[in-house]
């Protein structure tokens, strides 16, 4: 056997390409599997580190457990812009866990389940040994994509640092809208040894449009939400989100695409977490299956992505877009502040695949025609 031909080359050892290595084992213990990245790890990524209770989920379906092992469950939510309010129980709790933690795990059990990890920056997709799949885990400035030809949808830009937990914030994820271009806020959630991630993001102008926010700007935005969070606060870095849109694209063919390199990150709450998860398992299945039973992997995992996310990802896009309205944030927070369920719905949208419910819209549709819709107004000054 040549040793540089392999039956899955992943490109990129986050959480979308450890999890495609380890759903691919799991599937065919015997395959090739070869994780590529630039970086050893464990390594650092800027993140809220936030991993909603679908990750654990999905993990486990691949026989992956134990990975938040150490770590606090956290089950309170706080949603805020200007006055209005709701804090609320999630039904299900989430981790905070430094990604350097949290994804060295990841890649540590992908190796104990046989995959071979190399560290390797890919400068192109003709670099790569000999494979009968690729797999692009790249990330937000993915390689494979470019190769591909894809180009990219609406981009984000967020900041994070870690800074002490106030009393008031313990066991509490914080978020506050700000009034920028939307999607804009900042964010503390509390991590349970005494840290909290600190952060704020907003939409990147259009190619042409306008400068992106500078650093300066992102971290006085921060201390405008949430005071006092800059000064406590170090470790600051930043990174682009690849924000998902209406419409999901993955073409025919060996390479394909998963996690931030398939441009898959909530719109509205800024989460990518899950969906490189769900769509890295999507890959390494489509990676056996192509080899079992035939079949074009890209068309088989485009296939399986879209059953599992396709409406959602309408849904979001559309809740992103109403979200651009005050007034409409506002309503959204009052009702789930009145209505458990609903805060509910808006967790599984924000966090997980949910949809948008009749009740959030039939909450909003009383709400707006009691205050009158003349109240609405374009979001964000850019
Ligand atoms: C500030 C901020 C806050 C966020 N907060 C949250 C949150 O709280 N919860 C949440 O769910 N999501 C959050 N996200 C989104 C989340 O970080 C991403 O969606 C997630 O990291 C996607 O995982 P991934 O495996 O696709 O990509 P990544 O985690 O970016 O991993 C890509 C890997 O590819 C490697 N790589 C890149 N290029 C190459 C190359 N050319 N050759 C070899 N290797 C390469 C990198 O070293 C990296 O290890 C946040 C993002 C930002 C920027």
């Known amino acids: 056997m040549n040793a540089e031909s392999w039956d899955l080359v992943v490109v990129g050892a986050g959480p979308a390409g450890a999890t495609t290595a380890l759903a691919a084992l799991h599937a065919d213990p015997s395959l090739r599997v070869l994780l590529l990245d630039r970086s050893d790890f464990p390594r650092d990524k800027s993140c809220g580190d936030g991993i909603a209770p679908h990750c654990f989920e999905k993990l486990a379906s691949i026989g992956v457990t134990g990975v938040e092992d150490g770590w606090t469950p956290l089950d ?16 299900r709790p989430v981790y905070v866990i430094p990604r ?26 003709a670099d790569l040994p000999d494979a009968a799949v690729v797999v692009g885990a790249d990330g937000a400035h993915s390689v494979v994509r470019a190769h591909l030809g894809l180009g990219h949808g609406r981009r984000a830009l967020a900041i994070r640092g870690y800074a002490p937990t106030p009393p008031d914030r313990r066991g ?12 804009a806020y900042a964010w503390a959630f509390d991590r349970g040894d005494g840290l909290s991630n600190v952060g704020y993001g907003e939409l990147l102008p259009a190619d042409g449009e306008g400068d992106p ?50 441009g898959l990150i909530n719109p509205m709450t800024g989460e990518g ?20 039973q035939g079949g074009d992997p890209g068309a088989l995992h485009r296939e399986a992505v879209r059953g599992m996310l396709g409406r959602h990802l309408k849904h979001t896009w559309v809740a992103s877009r109403l979200a651009e309205y005050p007034v409409i944030v506002d309503g959204g927070i009052r009702v789930a502040r009145r209505d458990g369920q609903v805060f509910d719905q808006l967790v599984e949208l924000g966090l997980g695949d949910g949809r948008i419910s009749g009740r959030l819209v039939r909450g909003l549709a009383s709400g707006l025609a009691r205050k009158g819709l003349r109240r609405i107004r374009p979001g964000g000054v850019g």
């Open 273 to 292: 977490i899950y969906y490189a998860i769900a769509t890295g398992i999507a890959a390494g299945r489509a990676a056996v299956r192509s080899r079992q």
């Open 100 to 125: 350097e933690v949290f994804d060295a795990r990841l890649v540590e059990r992908a190796v104990d389940r046989g995959a071979t990890f190399r560290r390797q920056r890919v400068g192109s997709v």
């Open 213 to 262: 926010p500078s650093r300066a700007l992102l971290l006085d935005q921060l201390e405008q939400l949430l005071p006092g969070s800059v000064a406590a606060g170090e470790h600051w870095k930043g990174h682009h989100l690849p924000l998902s849109g209406w419409r999901w694209e993955q073409p025919d063919g060996r390479l394909l695409l998963v996690g931030d390199a398939a």
């Open 76 to 91: 309170r939510l706080e949603l805020a812009r200007g006055e209005e309010s709701v804090v609320g129980t999630m039904a």
């Open 172 to 183: 509490t994820q914080v978020i506050r809208y700000g009034e920028r271009r939307q999607p």
